[in-house]
């Protein structure tokens, strides 16, 4: 039997080849993480005495060899996904090395395989696959819109304090349409009607949070701040 340890990474990944004895068959190789790569990989797998069963493990890194795998089940290689922390405690119950690399992590794994009873990888759905990255990719998203908005909250408060409370507190689409138009608190205090004209004009879907006496009292709120900040300078 042979076993086939690979070690994965961002761009290149490690791979050898043991036989029962854990002797090397195929001295750690690495190979680039592409389609060219994976060839590489595969031929060297085809090269292999196919009477004897063939064992490939894949230690699992995130979303690194998720090409590879896809790659592997292409050409109808099954392999077993590996705990990254279990083969980390095997290798230090071997002791093979205090102090591991990449190259001896692929040989590791090999032995680990050839040690430890493991199940093959079974394929998931294309669209699990899918949806489990659009739910991180989706909840990395709204962590940074939180953080923005908490910034910009911020800095509101410190430059235009009149504003939130204009909105009630919120940041509503109305509000960031406004902030993005205007910039600063001097052009939204030098409103016109026809500025709240466009404002309506621009957001129809949305209930018309802005009138002429509210913009009124907004200017005049603004006003007594900055005159108040003069004073104190």
């Not at 050839?114 to 962590?143: N, P």
């Not at 235009?160 to 509503?172: A, M, N, Q, R, V």
């Amino acid at each position: 039997m042979f076993y086939v340890g690979i070690d994965i990474a961002k761009f290149k990944h490690d791979f050898a080849v043991l036989d029962d004895n854990g002797e090397e068959i195929v001295a750690p190789r690495t190979i680039t993480n592409s389609s060219e790569g994976f060839a590489v990989l595969y031929d060297t797998i085809s090269s292999l005495d196919h009477s004897q069963e063939i064992k490939i493990g894949i230690e699992a890194t995130g979303h690194y060899g998720d090409n590879l795998k896809q790659f592997l089940l292409s050409k109808g290689l099954a392999f077993t996904e590996l705990n990254p922390f279990l083969v980390k405690l095997f290798h230090e119950q071997i002791s093979l090395r205090r102090t591991k690399t990449d190259r001896t992590d692929c040989e590791v794994i090999a032995m680990y395989m050839a040690q430890r009873a493991s199940d093959s990888y079974q394929k998931s759905l294309y669209h699990f696959e899918a949806l489990k990255s659009l739910t991180r990719t989706r909840q990395s998203l709204v962590e940074h819109r939180s953080q923005y908005i908490v910034m910009l909250t911020n800095m509101l408060d410190q430059e235009f304090p009149e504003f939130k409370d204009f909105f009630h507190g919120k940041l509503t689409e109305t509000a960031i349409y406004i902030l993005n138009k205007y910039g600063t608190a001097g052009r939204i205090s030098d409103w016109t009607e026809e500025d709240l004209i466009d404002l309506h004009n621009k957001s129809r879907r949305i209930p018309p949070l802005i009138d002429s006496r509210k913009s009124r009292r907004l200017r005049r709120r603004r006003l007594a701040t900055d005159k108040n900040t003069e004073k104190m300078r």
